[in-house]
């Protein structure tokens, strides 16, 4: 098993950028794919990026359209989502999750066994 733990997040104007870490205790972090999820006020949770276990792929969804990254330190046992150019729309909690999945559909909610609380990104203009 493998805990999650998110930080980073904050209140930024539209236009600036946050960088979000997610920490995992487990012991076998490297084995791991990443991804980053978000969910909005009345809206469902919906996929933002994913980083396979070796860092050779990832894979993002339409709206960051070039504006986000999402990185991972194995040695720190942390995955990063750098967010630029942020806007109001982007305003969301955001969720870390992790899956041994291979070639798995990442951005389906159902691949991911372990999940973190979240982390609150709020935009304003």
């Known amino acids: 098993q493998v805990q999650l733990v998110e930080s980073g997040g904050g209140l930024v104007q539209a236009g600036g950028s946050l960088r979000l870490s997610c920490a995992a205790s487990?012991?076998?972090?490297?084995?791991?794919?990443m991804s980053w999820f978000r969910q909005a006020p009345g809206k469902e949770r919906e996929f933002v990026a994913t980083?396979?276990?070796?860092?050779?792929?990832?894979y993002y969804a339409d709206f960051v359209k070039g504006r986000f990254t999402i990185s991972r330190d194995n040695a720190k046992n942390t995955v990063y989502l750098q967010m630029n150019n942020l806007q109001p729309e982007d305003t969301a909690v955001y969720y870390c999750?992790?899956?041994?999945?291979?070639?798995?559909?990442?951005?389906?909610?159902?691949?991911?066994?372990?999940w973190g609380q979240g982390t609150q990104v709020t935009v304003s203009s």
């Open positions: 999750a992790a899956t041994l999945g291979y070639r798995f559909k990442y951005s389906y909610e159902s691949e991911y066994a372990y």
């Open positions: 487990g012991r076998t972090f490297s084995s791991y794919s």
């Open positions: 980083i396979t276990w070796n860092g050779g792929s990832t």
